[in-house]
């Protein structure tokens, strides 16, 4: 029963730890600066011989196939001849990790409506209280995950490679994502570095959001009354009469509250 009456709480931090993860997923995946700065980063211009401009629109045409399954047109010469920049290996590929996305695109909206949620519900059941249980959970869901994105920037940082190759296994079903530098363009455009550099980059905004979330619980704890922090907000000697009986010689002091008429 004990388990039963926290797990809505306890819900509650995990879908605002996924909810601070996938938001910023969604954020490196949809921004074309994010592409921009990775190209520069690792010369994928020289790398592929494609243009800035071309490389420019690559990107958009790909935030626009992970987001709404836009086609991907933009064509490139190869052995003469104009060809689809990406061939049917890569396609499929990129199928794959359209579908990935969108799966976490899902996620991060289905987290986002539970902290809404239970939010608003729970300012109808605390009440007066409200601020305070806010400040705790707003402190609860940023302390909890800290540890978490250290460690994982932690692993990263080590050892990269393991945790680039056991991410593909464990995600795709198919072997497509192995492709050949020497022919196709989307290893050349995306090289295992930028995907370093934007994995890295995940991981920090989410440490900076929840900091910034244990900061805000404490501000909202430190300006909140403490006299505000009963179970159901209800103070219960609001409205009434009350006065002190010592009773007699020995006996316990006695509070008597009589009711207003």
């Known amino acids: 029963m004990s388990l039963l009456r926290h797990l809505p709480a306890v819900s509650f931090l995990a879908a605002l730890a996924a909810f601070l993860v996938l938001s910023n997923v969604r954020w490196i995946a949809t921004d074309p600066s994010s592409y921009r700065q990775g190209f520069a980063n690792y010369q994928v211009s020289e790398r592929t011989g494609l243009r800035t401009d071309e490389l420019e629109l690559a990107a958009r045409q790909l935030i626009g196939f992970f987001t709404s399954g836009e086609p991907i047109s933009l064509e490139v010469k190869k052995d003469g001849k104009p060809a689809p920049l990406f061939n049917e290996r890569e396609t499929s590929h990129l ?39 806010l400040g705790r959970l707003l402190l609860a869901g940023g302390a909890a995950p800290i540890g978490f994105f250290i460690l994982v920037f932690v692993l990263i940082s080590l050892n990269f490679d393991d945790v680039f190759l056991s991410f593909h296994l464990i995600s795709f079903r198919n072997d497509l ?51 505000a922090s009963g179970s159901d907000g209800e103070n219960p000697v609001r409205g009434k009469k009350y006065f002190v009986d010592p009773g007699e010689k020995g006996d316990k002091v006695n509070l008597r509250i009589l009711e207003q008429k």
């Open 95 to 133: 199928a794959d990790v359209r579908d990935l996305f969108q799966l976490a695109f899902r996620a991060q909206e289905i987290a986002g409506v539970y902290v809404v949620v239970y939010l608003v519900l729970i300012c109808f059941r605390m009440r007066s209280s409200y601020l305070r249980y």
């Open 177 to 227: 994502w192995m492709l050949d530098p020497r022919t196709d363009y989307l290893v050349r455009m995306f090289p295992q570095g930028f995907w370093f550099g934007a994995t890295r980059e995940v991981v920090v905004r989410s440490l900076i959001a929840a900091v910034a979330l244990v900061l805000i619980g404490l501000g909202v704890l430190r300006v909140t009354p403490a006299s």
